[in-house]
């Protein structure tokens, strides 16, 4: 069976086919670049985009892999968390088609997408494990039982882990969305020049995050510093990125340790940050723990993970034929919105 998955929840646009049998046949994603200049995502502007681009990428997509419309058998699409000016664009272009088609249409929660990557990857878990999503707008800790059954063990109270990042890179300078030129930053960094406060680690086995008051501390920081000297800015980098690193592994063993699981799998934007894979890796080999992450394509928005999912519930329901469009800005992954 051939699924297109379609992604419009934040500023990617990303179509893509995957093959229940062969696995994904092709990708695309188109990260919109104008929102760089407002130092953040401007949700009419991303709208208009995604409206622009899905039926290009959708046409190259059927090209790549010679194809056409009627040879899909069903549609996948985000059907939130995100923007929802964005997320209608996705859902109303999938619903006509799928219903154009007469196929059946697969609402995916985003995030199961992004928890799901990995099982696109050859090296895979078993279940049960421990998600930590790392995203531009969750962290979360996750127990996953299996495929639709999960448990929230811990989350964001306020900023994410990727806004935070996001902000102090417009802090330190450097361009939208910072967490990729904050990592490049900091490779010049003196290590522990100077050390910033792991939030919420005084309570052990609280597996909350809150990263909004280290935000402030560094914006407070950097006040007294001189960020003409880029030896300083990246020290101050280097330090952040500490920072966040150690806080997201302490919470993260103690949840492994609590629940008695010796997997975690790490996903979403933040998981591709190369320093974070390496802490992670290390510690938790001293351990035993196995560290289980997607590559760079699939750590980011993208629609090869909204056709996976697209494909594993469609056998879990045997009619796909919905009446409303079925969108929801702040899903969660404990909902189940379709019963
Ligand atoms: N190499 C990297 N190191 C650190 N952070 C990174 C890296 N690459 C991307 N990011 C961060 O990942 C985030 C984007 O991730 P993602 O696309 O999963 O989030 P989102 O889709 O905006 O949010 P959500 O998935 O929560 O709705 C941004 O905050 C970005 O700065
Ligand atoms: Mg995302």
């Not at 009627?70 to 219903?99: C, E, K, M, R, W």
């Amino acid at each position: 069976m051939l699924f297109m998955g379609i992604e419009t929840s934040c500023d990617d646009t990303s179509v893509s086919i995957y093959d229940n049998k062969k696995g994904i046949l092709c990708n695309n994603i188109y990260t919109q670049k104008i929102h760089s200049k407002y130092g953040g995502v401007v949700p009419e502007l991303a709208a208009r985009n995604h409206l622009k681009k899905i039926i290009p990428l959708i046409k190259k997509s059927l090209l790549k892999i010679n194809k056409n419309l009627h040879d899909i058998d069903a549609i996948a699409y985000t059907a939130g968390p995100g923007q929802i000016n964005s997320l209608i664009i996705g859902a109303t272009v999938s619903h006509t088609l799928a219903f154009a088609l007469n196929i059946p249409i697969i609402p995916v929660n985003h995030m199961e997408g992004h928890l799901f990557s990995i099982m696109l990857q050859k090296k895979k878990p078993y279940f049960p494990f421990i998600g930590l999503l790392i995203s531009g707008g969750h962290t979360q800790l996750i127990y996953v039982h299996k495929f639709g059954k999960y448990k929230i063990l811990g989350k964001h109270i306020d900023d994410a882990v990727g806004e935070t990042l996001d902000k102090v890179s417009k802090l330190l300078g450097l361009d939208y969305p910072g967490g990729k030129n904050l990592f490049k930053l900091s490779q010049y960094g003196i290590p522990k020049k100077f050390i910033f406060p792991r939030p919420m680690i005084s309570k052990k086995n609280d597996l909350n995050f809150s990263f909004s008051g280290l935000k402030t501390f560094v914006q407070n920081f950097i006040k007294k510093q001189d960020l003409n000297n880029f030896q300083v800015k990246a020290n101050i980098a280097c330090a952040f990125e500490d920072a966040i690193i150690d806080t997201l592994y302490i919470k993260s063993l103690w949840a492994l340790k609590k629940y008695h699981i010796n997997q975690l799998v790490i996903a979403g934007g933040v998981s591709a940050n190369k320093k974070l894979r390496k802490i992670f890796y290390r510690n938790f080999q001293k351990n035993n723990i196995k560290l289980f992450y997607s590559n760079k394509k699939l750590c980011t928005d993208n629609a090869g993970m909204i056709a996976y999912i697209g494909s594993k519930k469609v056998f879990f329901r045997k009619k796909y034929i919905l009446n409303n469009i079925i969108i929801n800005s702040r899903l969660s992954l404990e909902d189940d919105f379709l019963s």
